[in-house]
Nanobody
Framework: QVQLVESGGGLVQAGGSLRLSCAAS????????MGWFRQAPGKERELLAR????????YYADSVKGRFTISRDNAKNTVYLQMNSLKPEDTAVYYC?????????????????WGQGTQVTVSS
């Protein structure tokens, strides 16, 4: 019923840009906080960015601050992650996530929803 479908991943040269999209269905999108996580091989899944339902409050991890921008279009039920100045260390599977209360609930597996993930590979 609830689906989050990511797109926009791929292979990019260091210094380049990608825009990830996450299309949501089966939920009241405008009432959910939305975010992006990533997981590299052998690493924990880390929160990169989140945006509240209103779009007026955002958070960024230090590793991506100033390079990545999260945004949402409630009319389209879509959240975006614009990634600029990409580095090889950004290589990972990127996951969209949604929860009505906290994205930490999604990370812990107690509530919320994950997308299937999209691979981003940055070549040096």
């Amino acid at each position: 019923q609830v689906q989050l479908v990511e797109s926009g991943g791929g292979l990019v040269q260091a210094g380049g840009s990608l825009r990830l999209s996450c299309a949501a269905s089966g939920l009241a999108f405008s009432t959910y906080s939305m975010g992006w996580f990533r997981q590299a091989p052998g690493k924990e899944r880390e929160l990169l960015a989140r945006v509240t339902w209103s779009g007026g409050n955002t958070y960024y991890a230090d590793s991506v601050k100033g390079r990545f921008t999260i945004s949402r279009d409630n009319a389209k039920n879509t959240v975006y992650l614009q990634m600029n100045s990409l580095k090889p260390e950004d290589t990972a599977v990127y996951y969209c996530a949604a929860d009505r209360t906290s994205l930490d609930n999604v990370r812990r597996g107690v509530s919320g929803h994950w997308g299937q993930g999209t691979q981003v590979t940055v070549s040096s």
